[in-house]
Nanobody, 112 residues
Framework: QVQLAESGGGLVQAGGSLRLSCTASGFNVRFTAMGWYRQAPEKQREVVAT??????NYADFVKGRFTISKDNAKNTVYLQMNNLKAEDTAIYYCHAEALGYWGQGTQVTVSS
């Protein structure tokens, strides 16, 4: 059974950092393109970052601040978020790109 379990969200002040984790079960992240998405209230879900094998891609609004990575031994994908801004407030979701599975989401709230 495929599952994606996100963790690491929370409340942080502007300028602070958080690291989100997405632990997968039922498949191997080593061989799967993975992505982080977010959805703010009353807005559409948008892609934040993706990692395909060793190649990473970022939305312009997070470039230089966020880093996506994965630990194949732990079957986990991370999103390191630095210099957080109030507009980063959203629910963040992990996504197995080719498989089409989503995690349950983790709330990130940045206070200004």
């Amino acid at each position: 059974q495929v599952q994606l379990a996100e963790s690491g969200g929370g409340l942080v002040q502007a300028g602070g950092s958080l690291r989100l984790s997405c632990t997968a079960s039922g498949f191997n992240v080593r061989f799967t393109a993975m992505g982080w998405y977010r959805q703010a209230p009353e807005k559409q879900r948008e892609v934040v970052a993706t990692i395909i094998r060793g190649s990473t891609n970022y939305a312009d609004f997070v470039k230089g601040r966020f880093t996506i990575s994965k630990d194949n031994a732990k079957n986990t994908v991370y999103l390191q978020m630095n210099n957080l801004k109030a507009e980063d407030t959203a629910i963040y979701y992990c996504h197995a790109e080719a498989l089409g599975y989503w995690g349950q989401g983790t709330q990130v709230t940045v206070s200004s």
